[in-house]
């Protein structure tokens, strides 16, 4: 699909305000569409969402034809009776990605949504945000970054092999024969991928 004029009247389908958390084949898709980022046309906006109103946001774009993108990790706790629980979780949270003309005026008033925001370097964003999908559809470990992670002070790096060649990122952790890179998404945030050390090269 391509939702390329969202400045005509947008009717959404009247959800509940909370969303409960999804089993991975009941979350929407984490693009709409099958294409590759790069190869996207029309203008990228990111609506800042209430919390855990991602996904339902996410189904509300879907159902109306409009285009996102909404990178996932999975998440994985051990619960007392030994069993593994996995969740698929939003990788940014209360940012949703979307493709739009210019973002009709209802979509701000509904109540799922704070603030729509531009994204003013449209290019850079699709390459960062090709970036992660890389990373996920090449098998690469995703997981959010703590804000408070001083990772500015890394190695900076280029990831040289591989699916991410050509990627350029910060190294935050150090273990065994694998290297922590992040990976950011200007006006998201950022994501950690774990690599091998033999596929990334200093930048000094």
Known sequence: ?????????????????????????DNPPSKSFDSSI???EGMW??????????KAFAFELLEQGIDYA?????????????????????LFPSYVPFICGAPH????????????????????????LHALFLAQAAGAMI???PAEMPYLV????????GPLSGTMGIVVDTRNEVRSVVLSVDGLGSA???????????NK
């Open 154 to 161: 890394g190695e900076s790096v280029e990831i040289t092999s």
């Open 105 to 128: 005026s209802e979509l701000l008033k509904k109540d799922r949504i704070s603030v729509i925001l531009p994204v003013k370097m449209q290019e850079r964003f699709k390459k960062e």
């Open 45 to 54: 906006w990111v609506a800042k969402v209430k919390p855990r109103q991602e």
């Open 1 to 25: 699909m391509a939702a390329l004029g969202c400045t005509t009247n947008v009717n959404f389908t009247k959800r509940s305000n909370t969303m409960p958390i999804l089993s991975a084949k």
């Open 70 to 90: 909404l990178p996932y990790y999975e998440k994985k706790v051990r619960r007392s009776d030994g069993k593994l629980r996995k969740s698929t979780l939003v």
């Open 143 to 145: 997981e959010p970054v």
């Open 38 to 40: 790069l190869k996207t």
């Open 192 to 202: 950690k991928v774990t690599v091998d050390v033999g596929m990334i090269t200093s």
